[in-house]
């Protein structure tokens, strides 16, 4: 099993739509989760924590289940600009490496 | 806003020559990191440092890596000799303290001929 998984997509939508992403992790020790957002040919930057409580930062809402080791991105009102892969992201503890999905590929079209 | 800056963006050898890639983390981080990127896959981590010295590595760091902070600033991944397979983008990341974000920089493009 994969350590990080997600739907690669691609999600098409179209401007305004709401898109929501999904992500499963297999190591139940993970104590951070992020998303990261990658343009094309570009380094990840991120997005936003994800904390047990769910949060939200303007048009993102993230939510994390750890019971389902589950994690979830959802983007309401989608801009042009909001076109990248996003990237489930987890990590054990303290200084250890960050563990990537492969990414869920968007699209907003006008 | 401070940043990991990374040189060169762009380097193409010729397999079994040796390449030196380079960063700059962000001043005040204390933790580095080395990621890697294949064309169409997800980021895979190679190696982590701390304190002048390695403190986890992946399989995929076989002998053929190094990794080095030479005089305080610069963090350095060297490629002994290339293979086919070693191209893809390399990432270098700081984060200034365990727990904290990590910051990535804007990779170092390696085509191996």
């Known amino acids: 099993r994969k350590e990080v998984e997600q739907d690669p997509g691609p999600f098409n939508v179209p401007e305004g739509a709401t898109v929501a992403f999904n992500c499963t992790y297999s190591n139940s020790a993970s104590q951070s989760f992020f998303w990261y957002r990658q343009d094309c040919r570009k380094e990840p930057k991120l997005l936003m924590s994800?904390?047990?409580s769910g949060n939200e930062d303007g048009r993102f809402t993230a939510q994390l289940n750890r019971a389902s080791q589950y994690i979830s991105l959802l983007i309401r009102d989608s801009k042009l600009s909001d076109s990248a892969t996003y990237l489930c992201?987890?990590?054990?503890?303290?200084?250890?490496?960050?563990?990537f999905g492969k990414g869920t590929r968007l699209s907003v079209i006008a | 806003e401070p940043e990991v800056t990374q040189t060169p963006s762009h380097q193409v050898t010729q397999m079994g020559q040796e390449v030196i890639l380079r960063c700059v983390p962000i001043s005040n981080h204390l933790y580095f990191y080395w990621y890697r990127q294949i064309l169409g896959q997800k980021v895979e981590f190679l190696v982590s440092f701390y304190n002048n010295e390695i403190s986890e590595k992946s399989e995929i760091f076989d002998d053929q890596f190094s990794v080095e902070r030479p005089d305080g600033s610069n963090f350095t991944l060297k490629i002994r000799s290339t293979k086919l397979e070693d191209s893809a983008m390399y990432f270098c990341?700081?984060?200034?303290?365990?727990?904290?974000?990590?910051?990535f920089g804007p990779g170092t493009r390696l085509l191996v001929l």
């Open positions: 992201v987890v990590n054990k503890a303290g200084n250890t490496p960050l563990v």
């Open positions: 990341a700081s984060r200034v303290g365990a727990g904290k974000t990590q910051y």
């Open positions: 994800v904390y047990s």
